[in-house]
């Protein structure tokens, strides 16, 4: 399994006044490469196109995110996107934040997240399966099971 990788420069809009990313933009980012995935897989306007014709929406049911180093304004954040459980009726988003490698500076991991998302019919806001082309375009995104304690 290879992760979907999406790069984005820090903008200044995206720190607070110590000069860091301040923390819920980086929900902002995984949000950012969910979008990108889409876009990438399956055209420019998949992703409105599923919301506004399918009427089938991801919302985020729970998000979570551990922080280990900061991200400055002109650092390019890279966003690692995997699944972590494609269920039913949801997925499991996981997410790694690095600061890109730049001369002189080696790539360090910034923050890791998880988000599970509700799939639903944006009409009823009801639960509904994830579609089979939602799940062909998951598939190699998602992480094998861990293996057992021996």
């Given at each position: 399994?290879?992760?979907?990788?999406?790069?984005?420069?820090v903008r200044f809009a995206d720190v607070d006044h110590a000069g860091i990313v301040y923390y819920p933009r980086f929900f902002h980012y995984f949000h950012l490469a969910f979008?990108?995935?889409f876009r990438v897989r399956l055209g420019a306007r998949a992703y409105v196109d599923l919301l506004d014709n399918d009427r089938i929406g991801f919302p985020a049911v729970r998000a979570e995110a551990d922080y280990?180093?900061?991200?400055?304004?002109?650092?390019?954040?890279?966003?690692?996107l995997t699944v972590?459980?494609?269920?039913?009726?949801?997925?499991t988003f996981r997410y790694h934040v690095w600061r890109a490698a730049e001369p002189g500076r080696e790539r360090v991991k910034c923050a890791d997240g998880k988000v599970v998302c509700a799939v639903v019919d944006l009409s009823a806001f009801k639960a509904l399966?994830?579609?089979?082309r939602i799940r062909d375009l998951l598939a190699d995104l998602v992480a094998p099971p861990a293996a057992a304690p021996a």
């Open positions: 399994m290879t992760p979907f990788v999406f790069s984005t420069p979008e990108e995935l280990q180093a900061p991200l400055s304004f002109g650092d390019t954040a890279e966003i690692e972590e459980r494609l269920g039913r009726t949801s997925i399966p994830v579609p089979d």
